[in-house]
């Protein structure tokens, strides 16, 4: 067998000393240098020559300067003007605004410094943001600790609709905290979503460095704080306090925005309008405020073609209630697309002088469809005026009516009066006087329901009541909805401990702020008659303040039998419903509206209105609940005015015609049906 050679080792051993047994070999390669201990020489001169190996020979991919054409890179010679790009990040950071400059790849920033890499944090502009209260979340027991969740709820929660989506760049927990990186421009509208509730849990938000949350210094430059001080000083000569006006017409002919510079070029003005709008958000401490003092606004003469530049006006003043848009280029609707959902308390709108006239035929009642409040919409002289005093209804006819109070022995009207300042003040009398160990007790909560659109009420948690919600629309196992529902005051008491204090609307002072109905039931559940007696159904509409000042609204449904309870009644059922405050416009009686009506006199602040169908010739007792007469007395006596009521019989004939049905309503009203071609004419009520 032949020996093997082996490669000499040694100091000089390299891979020149490999043979290479007459296989193609690159032309041109050189051995490589190693110095005495047999490690390849990085320092030699020859290192890397042209192909960037070797430190010696590294090419640092130094970016060549960019200049315009003097030699000095990114400084404008030109002209001296204020330029709103570069300013407007300052602007808005120091304002609390969520737009601060052009976004993308690749965006230059003022030091001529393009933002490229995708871990070159300062360069790219990310800045940290610290987030706690994740670890206390539902979505803390996801196989990622509910980080991807959280960056998802992140990203959709702090995009604003009609703008540029935001993302999180990079996301790591630390310890129970996570941070995150975004760029410098959404910093804003992440840190707004402070103290919102994700998955069960309130968030802390907050920027971040070097482990430890801080106060980011906005100190705005000298050059935006000039740029800030314009913009102030041109909204401040354009409003009008008496008049409640904010007049951002002709724009482009107000000498000193045109003497700064900041309409010479289309950039410049696309950033102009939102800067205003910053401004003007800092100039209120919240909604309410804001729009109370302006209620109008005027962006005539502006040649607006679309609503490009001026889309951030109805997200800065969503409630005004007048709008001029005359002489503009808006060729049709489409145009106006931006804020179809927008305005929603709009009533004038002034569209004269547009394109928009003779271009689209429709356009009116467009407009109409889309502003629900809009009670006039101007055009030009010569063309219709479209006013229109009461909307008309385009879908079912549901005339909004006074409440329908039916109570003429004013037993309803007692327990009203004294249940809900009680239910404020003193629970525990409450319950010892109305509530027995067969009175029902349940609430839920409805989360759907529509907001009052002009309310500052940030959005509150539900934690004190989602946990006792029997929301049968969300809770489906019937375990589950069994348990949710307290049965005798001892349950009851220990579910309304669970729930914040509360403060109603006073029944005598704050009227407009309520919305009762009581009417008669049959069939009232009793432990003594199976049948069930008569009783009274309470329906109550209406707002109270939290002890936390949280404004909620809510609906009631109580039902009153006969029982030992103070003034002789008990409750039977009480189903309560809490919902977001949504005022109380929604009861407003319309007032073309023609109701009949047979007005009683009563002390009570609610309309009340006579029975449908009267009955003459009863005794006044009939049908009351009165000291001595027993429940069973009651339920019959009601059933018969029921089925009168029904039938129009005389209550001889229904108190007939219910005995021979065993008292059972429906039977009763089954043989009328059967018999009542034979029934003689007296049987009837004489109407």
């Known amino acids: 067998m032949a020996m093997r050679s082996h490669p ?35 320092d030699s001169n020859g290192a890397g020559r042209g192909r960037g190996r070797g430190r010696g020979g590294r090419r640092h991919n130094t970016p060549i300067p960019q200049t315009n054409g003097h030699g000095n890179p990114f400084k404008d010679t030109r002209k001296t003007k204020l330029d709103l790009s570069a300013v407007q990040r300052g602007v808005f950071r120091a304002m609390g605004g969520a737009d601060s400059g052009p976004r993308g790849r690749g965006v230059s920033s003022r030091l001529g410094k393009t933002v490229t890499g995708r871990n070159n944090h300062s360069a790219r502009g990310l800045d940290q943001i610290v987030i706690r209260g994740l670890q206390q979340s539902k979505a803390a027991a996801n196989a990622d600790g509910g980080l991807e969740a959280l960056v998802s709820w992140l990203e959709r929660k702090a995009t604003v609709p009609g703008g540029e989506a935001v993302r999180v760049k990079k996301s790591r927990p630390e310890g129970n905290d996570v941070i995150i990186s975004v760029r410098s421009e959404d910093i804003t509208s992440i840190i707004r979503l402070n103290n919102y509730q994700f998955a069960g849990a309130n968030l802390s938000i907050d920027l971040y460095q070097q482990g430890k949350a801080f106060a980011k210094d906005h100190t705005v430059n000298a050059e935006a704080a000039e740029v800030k001080a314009l913009l102030l000083n041109a909204l401040s000569r354009r409003y009008n306090q008496d008049m409640k006006l904010l007049d951002l017409s002709n724009l482009g002919e107000d000498s000193e925005l045109v003497s700064s510079g900041l309409l010479d070029t289309h950039s410049r003005i696309s950033k102009l309008f939102p800067a205003l709008m910053g401004v003007c958000d800092e100039q209120f401490e919240n909604q309410l405020k804001k729009s109370e003092a302006v209620v109008s606004i005027s962006l005539a003469n502006n040649n607006l ?9 109805a997200k800065t003043f969503p409630n005004i209630k007048n709008l001029d848009l005359s002489n503009n280029q808006f060729k049709n609707v489409h145009a106006l697309e931006k804020w179809r959902f927008e305005f929603p308390q709009l009533e004038h709108l002034v569209v004269s002088g547009n394109p928009i006239e003779n271009g689209d035929p429709s356009f009116m009642s467009s407009l109409m469809d889309r502003y629900p409040k809009l009670r006039k919409l101007e055009t030009t002289p010569g063309l219709p005026t479209k006013e229109v005093q009461v909307r008309p209804n385009t879908g079912i006819n549901m005339p909004v009516v006074p409440p329908d109070f039916r109570d003429d022995s004013d037993i309803s009207k007692n327990f009203i009066i004294r249940f809900f300042p009680a239910f404020d003040t003193n629970r525990q009398l409450l319950l010892n006087e109305y509530y027995d160990n067969d009175s029902l007790f349940s609430i839920n909560v409805n989360t759907q329901s529509p907001r009052e659109q002009t309310t500052t009420t940030p959005h509150a948690s539900w934690d004190q009541y989602i946990k006792s919600s029997r ?71 209406g707002e109270y303040m939290q002890e936390d000042g949280m404004k909620r609204s809510f609906d009631r449904t109580i039902v009153l039998g006969p029982g030992a309870g103070s003034g002789g009644v008990r409750v039977v059922s009480d189903m309560m419903t809490v ?50 007469k027993t429940p069973e007395q009651l339920t019959k006596e009601t059933m018969a005015m029921e089925l009168t009521s029904r039938t129009h019989m005389t209550i001889e004939y229904s108190g007939l015609c219910l005995a021979e049905s065993g008292w059972d309503l429906e039977n009763a009203y089954r043989a009328f049906e059967g018999a009542k071609a034979q029934l003689p004419q007296e049987a009837f009520l004489p109407f």
Not at 600 to 621: C, F
């Open 305 to 313: 073609f679309n609503l490009e530049h001026v889309f951030k006006l």
């Open 8 to 42: 000499s080792s040694g100091p000089r051993a390299g891979r020149n000393n490999i043979s290479h047994r007459g296989g193609i070999r690159k032309r041109g390669q050189h051995p490589a240098r190693v110095d005495t201990d047999g490690d390849l020489d990085m």
């Open 471 to 541: 929301n049968l629309l969300k809770i489906n196992h019937t375990r589950a909805r069994m348990n949710r529902l307290a049965k005798g005051s001892e349950k009851i008491r220990a579910l309304w401990n669970t729930l914040p204090a509360t403060r109603h609307a006073d029944l005598k002072s704050e009227p407009e702020k309520w919305c009762i109905e009581c009417h008669s039931i049959v069939a009232v559940p009793d432990k003594n008659i199976s049948a069930g007696v008569g009783g009274l159904i309470i329906t109550a509409h």
């Open 579 to 628: 919902r977001a405050y949504g005022g109380y416009e929604a009861w407003v009686p319309n007032s073309t509206t023609q109701v009949p009506q047979l007005t009683i006199p009563s002390q009570t602040n609610q309309q009340i209105r006579s029975s449908p169908a009267p009955i003459p010739a009863l005794p006044d007792d009939f049908g009351r609940l009165i000291e001595g």
